[in-house]
């Protein structure tokens, strides 16, 4: 089975007690059990981690660019000035897919732009726990 990484950046540890009106009532937990089960229907090992330490993703990040593996990101709050987080996404050897549960868009102005889109193969947003799920089907799709 092919290994596809699931990062999620600051906070998002803390899904279901952090502003659910806006992020909605599951866990971390119910998003990592949504993220392998999904993985598993489309033949993928499906790895689910968070941090909230920027060089800890950065580092992660290298290792999927190391190991040629597709990477599904929520980068949260680093997505808007993480020019290190940036530069590691660029070094990429396989695609990764920036997702958001929320709609950067929709929200406050600071969070319109993201550093890391330009050089991630796509962006979804706005679909809740969705947004991960059509992630991690693009990539199966995709097949590289």
């Known amino acids: 089975m092919r290994t596809v990484f699931v990062f999620n950046g600051p906070n998002l540890g803390r899904l279901g ?3 659910p009106d806006v992020y909605g009532a599951a866990s971390f937990d119910d998003l990592a059990a949504l993220c392998r089960q999904t993985g598993r229907e489309l033949g993928l090992t499906v790895d689910v981690r968070q941090t909230d ?3 800890e993703l950065v580092s992660w990040i290298h290792e999927a660019a190391d190991g040629a593996i597709p ?10 000035y ?4 940036r530069d590691a996404i660029a070094q990429r050897t396989a ?29 979804i947003a706005g679909f809740g726990l969705r947004s991960y799920e059509l992630a991690l089907r693009a990539i199966a799709e995709d097949g590289r």
């Open 71 to 80: 990477v599904v990101l929520n980068p949260a709050a680093f997505t808007h």
């Open 17 to 19: 007690i952090r502003e």
């Open 95 to 123: 695609p990764l897919i920036e997702v958001h549960i929320s709609n950067p868009a929709s929200r406050e102005e600071f969070r319109h732009t993201s550093v890391v889109a330009s050089v991630a193969s796509g962006t």
């Open 53 to 55: 330490d920027e060089a």
């Open 82 to 85: 993480s020019y290190a987080l």
